[in-house]
């Protein structure tokens, strides 16, 4: 027929028109030049089918509940939509109110090539509160050797400041309800959405989350109970 080739993608992505990174193009080797570019069609239409794309049908979580889950930020995360990219969520707003949207906080992520690359900085995470749109990944295995930020960098506080001023999260400081927090329960109190002042030292609950605040009670969190 003097077709150049076909496009095709794998029955279970889906369908999106336009230019996309889930179709793939194979050159017709009858095709004008098709030949140089047969070889090249095929080895990466075994690349696609063999890749593990188990990620993208995992969506039992939002961000924000993958957040808690964790016990912090520091978790690795894939958009559906990315093709060649990953994140590490580097930091997470104020959670105000209960699960599963938590008052959708601001959400921070430096974003990387699958090889390590560093493509952006303290990036907005948008739409975290969607089960569609994200997914946890296990770490890259360049992970464990790459030179990753510090959780505690204090750049993230000015970025999350910024953000929150843009989505116009940014208030006055809620009164603080101060914990006392045994060092090896610290993952506990993260996933009640307390935060450490690294200044005083001590795990804060914010006044108005008075469900947590309920449950540091109850696990004898409060200095007064």
């Not at 069609?41 to 808690?68: C, E, I, K």
């Not at 430096?110 to 997914?135: H, N």
């Not at 506990?188 to 307390?194: I, S």
């Amino acid at each position: 027929m003097g077709l150049e080739g076909i496009v095709s993608k794998r029955t279970d992505a889906p369908y999106r028109s336009g230019p996309s990174k889930l179709w793939l193009k194979s050159k017709n080797p009858a095709s004008e030049d098709g030949p140089a570019r047969a070889g090249r069609g095929v080895a990466q239409a075994l690349a696609v089918t063999m890749s593990d794309d188990s990620w993208q049908r995992s969506h039992d979580q939002n961000v924000f509940q993958m957040y808690v889950a964790h016990g912090g930020p520091g978790f690795w995360v894939r958009r559906t939509t990315w093709g060649f990219s990953c994140a590490r969520v580097v930091r997470v707003g104020e959670m105000t109110k209960s699960g599963p949207y938590f008052g959708n906080p601001s959400v921070l992520m430096d974003v990387y090539s699958l090889q390590g690359e560093l493509k952006d900085e303290a990036a907005p995470l948008p739409v975290a509160g969607t089960y569609k749109t994200w997914r946890k990944i296990d770490p890259p295995d360049w992970a464990t050797s790459a030179d990753l930020r510090p959780l505690d960098d204090p750049k993230l506080d000015a970025a999350l400041s910024k953000l929150d001023r843009k989505r116009g999260k940014a208030k006055p400081p809620a009164e603080r309800v101060r914990l006392r927090v045994p060092y090896e329960q610290k993952d506990v109190a993260k996933r009640l959405g307390a935060r450490w002042d690294r200044t005083e030292r001590v795990w804060w609950l914010s006044a108005e989350n008075e469900t947590a605040i309920t449950e540091a009670k109850a696990l004898g969190f409060l200095p007064e109970s």
